[in-house]
């Protein structure tokens, strides 16, 4: 069974500091990864996914994400944080894509300290 | 083009009372999911549906839940009857059936509140 854990469930950074929200899955075939934002009482919206083209995925809001192979790893990141991006963030994992089930992680909040 | 859509956005009811929860999906996604989000347990999947058929439906917590979805543009969420630990937020999603990718696009959710 696939499984997401996302190291860290609260996170904090300085504005203008870099954002690093780490993901790792378990998979026996590397499979479809997804980041998702959760904005205060708002629905989630993907940030970037991977599928299987380039390893470095850039997203929206500045945001990118490199898939490691080797290390199981999906990591997020952004150069510099702005107060806008504090929010939760959630890494998903999908066998397929489409139509399949999602296993997301239990989700990390990111506070950006002014 | 609309997104995902779901009524109501607030729900508060009393314990015993039936609670209805609507979807209307992203049109032409065949795949739609139904999200339970809490505190405690994070984000939950309660059931999915293919092509309106109910392809998973462990994550549904108890008899109390059930969920239909009667055509390609609409689903319910029905919790009868409604307890104070069913609180928290649903979440409706829907995506494109297809080999590759396919992210879920998420409503606004439906916060509901049982006294």
């Known amino acids: 069974a696939q499984s997401v854990t996302q190291l860290g469930s609260h996170v904090s950074v300085s504005e203008g500091a870099l954002v690093l929200l780490r993901c790792n899955y378990s998979?026996?075939?590397?499979?479809?990864l997804f980041w998702y934002v959760q904005y205060p009482n708002q629905g989630l919206q993907l940030l970037l996914k991977y599928t299987s083209a380039a390893t470095l995925v850039k997203g929206i809001n500045g945001f990118e994400a490199e898939f490691k192979k080797s290390e199981t790893s999906f990591h997020l990141t952004k150069p510099s944080a702005h107060m806008s991006d504090a929010a939760e963030y959630f890494c998903?994992?999908?066998?397929?894509?489409?139509?399949?089930?999602?296993?997301f992680g239990p989700g990390t909040r990111l506070s950006v300290l002014p | 083009d609309a997104g995902v859509i779901q009524s109501p956005r607030h729900e508060v009811t009393e314990m015993g009372q039936e609670v209805t929860l609507r979807c209307k999906p992203i049109s032409g996604h065949n795949s739609l999911f139904w999200y339970r989000q809490t505190m405690m347990r994070g984000l939950e999947l309660l059931i999915y549906f293919n092509n309106n058929v109910p392809i998973d439906d462990s994550g549904m917590p108890e008899d109390r839940f059930s969920a239909k979805m009667p055509n390609a543009s609409f689903s319910t969420l029905k919790i009868q009857p409604s307890e104070p630990r069913d609180s928290a937020v649903y979440f409706c999603?829907?995506?494109?059936?297809?080999?590759?990718?396919?992210?879920?696009?998420f409503g606004p959710g439906t916060r509901l509140t049982v006294l």
């Open positions: 999603a829907s995506s494109l059936l297809r080999r590759e990718h396919g992210e879920q696009f």
């Open positions: 998979s026996s075939v590397p499979p479809y």
């Open positions: 998903a994992v999908s066998p397929k894509g489409g139509g399949q089930n999602f296993v």
